[in-house]
């Protein structure tokens, strides 16, 4: 996918003229691309490149990516750790570390791309959703870039840009199914197109994230010397690879069987009180761990996967029943940081066979928050020509905001009985 000369001259022309004109804030003119810019095949060619800042929650990402979908640069900092450590993320806090970073973060995923501000296409920001505070740094940040380049800024709807990371590194046309499961959401939907998508389920309470998060921190795992630098969800994985499933049998919850949507609030409970429970038992105190936190782990995983798994099966017979997906050459897209999980891969992948799809999972430095996914959305509604910012300086970030036209209500409507399934 690239620009051939002639277009890349007029483009680069459009984009100066839209500078000279704009001696206002406001950017007013953008080139508009159509999809064979990007996809001529001259031998004289250039490609275009797109800046990416995430600041949404507590990782500062910046990176830069071309339209073939190359990351020419990539800059992350984490606060995984300190999340950790403090038991959570604290908006203010996670703050202060984005700005102590997010300059240089920018500057190295610049420098590594080997480009200047004023040479980029398009700089792409989370805007939305995500916690106020840290927000706001990314957006400052591009608003000082845009300022002193003229560049476009395209704003960026964060669970947006986890949908559509795996079509950088896959082809997948639209429609496909998409489940993202993070920190802060459980989503699954129809991605009909880069901007629209249909919502068949969500999160009622808690997200997977969430109650991989306080269970973990509940055991207290941050003590294990294999567990440091991993996130809640990260040691969860670890210590249940030496764990039974069926040592401790999660409710079964949210049992409605009709619903489209998540609620992991029960199961979280459940497994905090268990573990309770068992370090009186065994007499535990300050810092030391349950002597069976494997089996608890393993157990508390499974029950995720087996309520992932529910649902999914749903979603693709109601897709299946109001032709929502291809026939042939289904694809489910499972994103955000949970989908780093092998085990729920697995099992997901068996849902999968079962319904002729096939599971793409982007690795999983791309399913957790990084600046490489919000380029390559920008990337994408750059190629679209649709997703500018107007009026860049004005612009403001969303910290709620919903995902997709929302037919859950009709996905519960239907009476959908599910078959058995082995996930295992
Ligand atoms: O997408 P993400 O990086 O940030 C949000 O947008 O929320 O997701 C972070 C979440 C955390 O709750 C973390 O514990 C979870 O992803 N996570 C995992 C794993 N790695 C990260 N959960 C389960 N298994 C993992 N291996
Ligand atoms: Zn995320």
Not at 262 to 270: N, P
Not at 356 to 375: K, Q, V, Y
Not at 394 to 411: H, L, N, Q, W
Request: glycine residues 6%.
């Amino acid at each position: 996918m690239v620009f051939n000369h002639m277009t890349f001259s007029m483009f680069r022309y459009c984009k100066t003229a839209a500078r000279i004109l704009n001696n206002s804030r406001k950017i007013d003119k953008y080139p508009v691309y159509s999809l064979s810019d990007f996809t001529s095949a001259a031998p004289n060619k250039t490609r275009a490149r797109v800046l990416g800042i995430e600041t949404s929650c507590d990782d500062t990402g910046a990176a830069v990516v071309d339209s073939d979908g190359n990351i020419v640069g990539n800059a992350l900092h984490s606060q995984t750790s300190v999340s950790v450590a403090l038991g959570g993320v604290l908006p203010r806090y996670a703050r202060a570390i984005h700005q102590q970073h997010i300059k240089n973060v920018v500057k190295d995923a610049l420098c590594q791309a080997n480009i200047q501000v004023k040479d980029l296409d398009a700089i792409a920001v989370t805007v939305k959703p995500g916690l106020a505070p840290c927000l706001e740094v990314g957006l400052t940040h591009a608003k000082r870039l845009v300022e002193e380049s003229r560049v476009p800024m395209i704003p960026i709807h964060h669970m947006e840009a986890h949908a559509l990371t795996a079509r950088m590194i896959e082809q997948i046309a639209f429609p496909f199914l998409v489940l993202l499961v993070s920190g802060g959401h459980c989503l699954l939907s129809v991605a009909k197109d880069i901007d629209d998508f249909l919502l068949l389920g969500t999160c009622l309470d808690s997200s997977p994230g969430e109650a991989f998060d306080k269970v973990a921190r509940r055991l207290k795992l941050k003590n294990l010397p294999q567990c440091n630098g991993l996130s809640g969800g990260g040691m969860i994985e670890l210590l249940a690879r030496d764990g039974d499933i069926e040592a401790i049998p999660a409710p079964n919850v949210h049992s409605d069987q009709n619903a489209s949507s998540f609620s992991f609030a029960g199961i979280k409970s459940q497994y905090l009180r268990y573990i309770e429970e068992e370090e009186i038992k065994q007499g535990i105190v300050a810092s030391h761990v349950i002597s069976n936190a494997s089996d608890m782990c393993a157990s508390f995983q499974y029950a995720v996967l087996k309520h992932l798994a529910k649902r999914l099966q749903r979603a693709f017979i109601y897709c299946d029943t109001f032709e929502l997906l291809p026939e042939h050459n289904k694809t489910l897209v499972i994103s955000g940081g949970v989908a780093c999980n092998q085990f729920l891969r697995q099992g997901l992948q068996k849902v999968c066979d079962h319904y002729n799809s096939r599971l793409i999972c982007p690795p999983p430095h791309l399913c957790t928050d990084n600046g490489i996914m919000i380029a390559w959305n920008g990337m994408e509604k750059l190629k679209a020509g649709r997703g500018f910012a107007e009026d860049p300086l004005t612009m403001r970030y969303t910290p709620k905001s919903p995902f997709g036209t929302d037919i859950t209500a009709e996905v519960a409507k239907v009476s959908i009985k599910l078959p058995k399934l082995k996930l295992l």
